[in-house]
C-alpha cells in the first residue's frame, strides 16, 4: 500500500453498508459535482480526474471523485459479479453516505454508463449529465471488435499477470497521441492494478443503455474523440438523436480520454456547461 499510497495519493473512506467503504477525494464547496472513471486495470477516480477536478472546485463547485467499488482503495469483494446496477448502487449509497441530495455527474467510458443509468434511475438525484465516450451504447460484440478492448482483456487476462510494458501498450491506446501517456500515468496505474481481483474486468456487463437515454430528464453534454479505439464515436449521434436536451461535441485528434488530451477545453465547457441556469 505504500508504493501504491506514493502514486495515487489516498483521500477519505465512507462506509456504504454491508461491510463495504467507499474511498474518495473530495475538493470545493457549492453545488456537489460526481466525477465517475473509467473501467481497466489500475483505474481510479483520482488518476482519471486529477487534472479536473481541481478546475471545477475553483470554479465554485463541490468536486467529489470516488473510486468505485473494485477499483483504487474502495472496497473489492471477490465473491459477487461487477454489474452496472450493484456498482450504481454503490455510488448512490456513496452520495447518500456524505449527505448529497442533487449533483451534476461527469462520467467517462464506463463511468459514463453509470452516469446514465443513475440519472435514468433517480431524475430527482441528477440535475445535469457530462459525459465521455460514454459505455452502454453498443451490443457487447461491438465493443469486443474495438482494438482497445481486445487488448485490454489480453493484457488483464495474461498468464504472467498485469505488466508494465502491457499496460504502455494498452493506454498507448487510449490517446490519439501515445507521446501524451507519461511515466507517470504508468505509475498510476501499476500501483494500483495488483491490488484488483480479476473479477472485477471479467464480470463486468453494462447492458445496452440507449432505451434509457429518452428516459433522461437532464441536460446533457457529450463529448467523444473521432479516434476513439475503445467506444465507437457512433454513440455520439445515439446520443444527439434519442436524448432529449442534449448537445454534443466531436473532437479530432483525440483518442478515448477526451479529460486528458484535451483538458483546457474539457475542463471549460464542462463548467460552463454546469453553471448555465445557475
Not at 151 to 164: H, N, S
Not at 238 to 245: N, S, V
Request: glycine residues 12%; hydrophobic residues 40%.
Amino acid at each position: 500500500m505504500d508504493q501504491a499510497a506514493r502514486a495515487v495519493p489516498e483521500g477519505k473512506y465512507v462506509a456504504i453498508g454491508d461491510g463495504l467503504q467507499v474511498h474518495f477525494h473530495e475538493q470545493g464547496s457549492g453545488d456537489a459535482v460526481l466525477f465517475l472513471h473509467g473501467s481497466g486495470p489500475g483505474a481510479s477516480g483520482w488518476s482519471n480526474f486529477r487534472r479536473n477536478y481541481p478546475a471545477f472546485a475553483d470554479a465554485g463547485f463541490r468536486a467529489l471523485v470516488p473510486d468505485t467499488l473494485g477499483y483504487g482503495y474502495s472496497s473489492k469483494p471477490d465473491n459477487l459479479d461487477y454489474e452496472l446496477d450493484f456498482l450504481v448502487g454503490g455510488v448512490e449509497r456513496f452520495l447518500k453516505a456524505l449527505g448529497v441530495a442533487s449533483c451534476s455527474v461527469v462520467g467517462n467510458s464506463h463511468g459514463g454508463a453509470m452516469a446514465i443509468r443513475l440519472a435514468r434511475r433517480r431524475p430527482d438525484l441528477v440535475t445535469k449529465l457530462v459525459l465521455m465516450a460514454p459505455g452502454g451504447l453498443e451490443e457487447r460484440e461491438t465493443y469486443m471488435k474495438m482494438e482497445g478492448i481486445r487488448t485490454m482483456m489480453k493484457v488483464f487476462l495474461a498468464p504472467e499477470g498485469i505488466t508494465r510494458e502491457g499496460m504502455r501498450r494498452v493506454f498507448g491506446l487510449q490517446l490519439f497521441d501515445p507521446g501524451v501517456l507519461t511515466e507517470e500515468i504508468l505509475d498510476e496505474r501499476c500501483a494500483i492494478a495488483p491490488l484488483q481481483p480479476k473479477r472485477v474486468l471479467t464480470s463486468m456487463q453494462v447492458p445496452n443503455l440507449v432505451p434509457d437515454l429518452a428516459e433522461l430528464r437532464c441536460p446533457v453534454f457529450a463529448l467523444w474523440g473521432v479516434n476513439d479505439k475503445f467506444c465507437p464515436m457512433s454513440g455520439a449521434v445515439t446520443i444527439a438523436t434519442q436524448c432529449k436536451g442534449s448537445r454534443v461535441m466531436l473532437l479530432n485528434g483525440c483518442g478515448h480520454w477526451v479529460m486528458v488530451e484535451h483538458t483546457a477545453i474539457f475542463n471549460r465547457l464542462s463548467i460552463d456547461f454546469l453553471r448555465e441556469g445557475a
